[in-house]
């Protein structure tokens, strides 16, 4: 079966808050319950049988990974990062199609849902490896520094919380499941790929090797968006939209954006670092392609926001506004 053909194929990137919340134990079962609450609010993207890819985050669960993994130190081997991020989309693999097909099964849908374990290539010198700068696991205290960093851990100080270890984001540069997730979008296939941004690799002379790194996820969605021709990119997150002076007292919201507002505002550095700038970049790589759109907003908003009535809405040009 495949998907309506009057729908444009969507990639749809979940972030954190859609498992976890800032208030609420991150447990099986709360993951469980927050994926089904997100599905209720995608229903529009659903019942209109659409060609669908889901990728997601992974932060709260690969830093509950390395928490189990450093206390069970002496009696079980060590996870490398790359290894709790291909551990983490077999995780989320899991939640989001259990959730998705009981969602389906509701809306009297049947459909297959594929979550692919998915590499993503970085380069050895990507300048981000000068510069680790994503925290990742436990928080160390001070008697414990010197043996972490014979680890070769490269830590940070939070006055007042503890050390923690950084590890570098480099960008994506390729994405090696991409045909076999183009051929299950053609057979009509949901298709859960890139989980937390993608098990980052590296090739060299041929040779690929897992390496100790994060990539970050809008990222890697607006790449494979444009490899798998997607005309909607829709960042779901916590926050309805994308702000300008955000935190400040002149904090306005981002309502429809053409690609040159956006850089623009990138510039101005509106968008922190790690949370809304690498959206923005995602928005600016994706849509620049003409007859597609990314949509940033949260759950609360995405009926009005498909509807061009909320969020960030980041097109080519304001003319292709529909
Ligand atoms: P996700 O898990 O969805 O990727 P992030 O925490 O990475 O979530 O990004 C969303 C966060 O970005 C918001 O909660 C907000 O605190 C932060 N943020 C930074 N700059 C902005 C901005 N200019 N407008 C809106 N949110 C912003
Ligand atoms: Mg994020």
New binding site residues.
């Given amino acids: 079966m495949n998907g309506s053909a009057s729908a444009e194929r969507t990639i749809v990137a979940l ?3 859609a498992f976890a919340a800032p208030d609420v134990p991150l447990t099986m079962e709360h993951q469980f319950e927050f994926a089904s609450k997100l599905f209720q609010s995608m229903t529009p993207l659903l019942a209109d049988q659409r060609e669908l890819i889901i990728t997601h ?1 992974n ?1 709260p669960q690969v830093g509950q990974m390395l928490i189990r993994a450093e206390q069970a130190r002496k009696a079980a081997y060590p996870l490398s990062l790359d290894v709790c991020v291909a551990e983490s989309q077999g995780e989320l693999g899991y939640v989001i199609s259990q959730s998705l097909q009981n969602r389906f099964s509701e809306l009297g849908i049947t459909r297959s849902i594929a979550p692919l374990l998915t590499r993503v290539v970085v380069t050895a010198d990507d300048p981000a490896f000068h510069n680790p700068t994503k925290p990742v696991g436990p928080w160390y205290a001070a008697e414990q520094i010197d043996e972490i960093r014979q680890r070769g851990y490269p830590l940070i100080e939070v006055p007042g919380k503890g050390f923690r270890r950084v590890v570098a984001s480099p960008r994506p540069r390729e994405i090696l499941e991409v045909d076999s997730i183009n051929a299950l979008l053609e057979s009509g296939a949901v298709v859960i790929a890139a989980g937390g941004g993608g098990t980052p690799v590296t090739r060299q002379s041929g040779h690929l090797q897992g390496i100790e790194a994060v990539i970050d ?2 990222l890697t969605s607006a790449l494979l968006g444009i490899l798998t021709d997607a005309r909607l990119l829709l960042i779901l ?3 309805p939209c ?3 002076d ?1 935190n400040t007292p002149q904090q306005a919201p981002l309502g429809h954006l053409d690609i040159t507002a956006a850089r623009e505002l990138l510039e101005q550095e ?3 670092e ?3 700038k690498p ?1 923005i970049e995602a928005a600016i790589q994706f849509s620049n392609r003409p007859g597609t759109r990314t949509i940033i907003c949260n759950r609360e908003v995405l009926d009005q926001a498909l509807s061009g009535q909320a969020g960030t809405i980041i097109e080519l040009s304001s003319e292709s506004t529909s």
């Fill in positions: 972030g954190g808050n985050g932060g996820k809008d997150t916590d926050v994308a702000y300008q955000f509106h968008f922190a790690g949370s809304m959206k």
